[in-house]
């Protein structure tokens, strides 16, 4: 997987499996344009790491739910690299566990506007910039396959609609530019740090064929070979990684 000469972008990229995406796109010669929220110290440390080792990286700051922060990351990108070949988009988040009884509009609307509201308008402002052979990576989630675990509805549902988006985009951009998007099961990240009980990452683990949760390197391997010429058959995928947890 040969990325010389090529430049992505990773939104989300400060941390986990942004960072992870990062470093691997990094590591088989991409440019590198790194989008954070609130992960300056990851983000920052990722560019020092990738410029000691001889290669081309950057990191801003920036929503990926407003518009002007969208635009702003495009436009250094292009300005720095010349063009955008790759957008792995990990912004996303579960934001709470609520239940549709305890559902306010405005926590829908902020779940929708993380997991898909971002996407929608990352993918609309890289088209003018990329040409023949570019390609796209979402993160939707096994939760778009099983709807969530409990007060995970609004999150289920916004994956899902992520992964309908990815077929779509698929038609609409190919043959010049593949989309895809990854279904991460049960990974190490500070996602499930924050919202799973460890008693039920200990239960999935054990009883997933490969005994063990997966790792943020895991995934971008994965993001990676589907961004790069080596996947040039593969579009309109939505490819599941989740130790065998589940099967579609």
Partial sequence: MDLKGKTAIVTGGGRDIGRACVLELAARGANVAINYMASSEGADSAVAEIKAAGGNAFALQGDMTKEADVAALVEKTVKEFGQVDTLVHVTGGLVARVTMSEMTLDHWQS???????????MVRECLPHMTEGSSIVGLASQAGRDGGGPGASAYGASKG????????????????????????????????????????????????????????????????????????????????INGGMLFS
């Fill in 161 to 240: 609609a992520l992964m309908t988006l990815t077929r779509g985009l698929a038609k609409e951009l190919g043959p010049k530019i593949r989309v895809n998007s990854l279904c991460p099961g049960m990974i190490d990240t500070d996602f499930h740090n924050i919202f799973t009980k460890p008693e039920v990452r200990t239960h999935v683990a054990n009883v997933s064929p490969v005994k063990r949760e997966g790792t943020s390197e895991d995934v971008a391997k994965l993001a990676v070979f589907l961004a790069s010429d080596d996947a040039a058959f593969i579009t309109g995928a939505n490819v599941d």
């Fill in 111 to 121: 779940v929708m506007d993380v997991n898909l509201t971002s996407f929608v308008l």
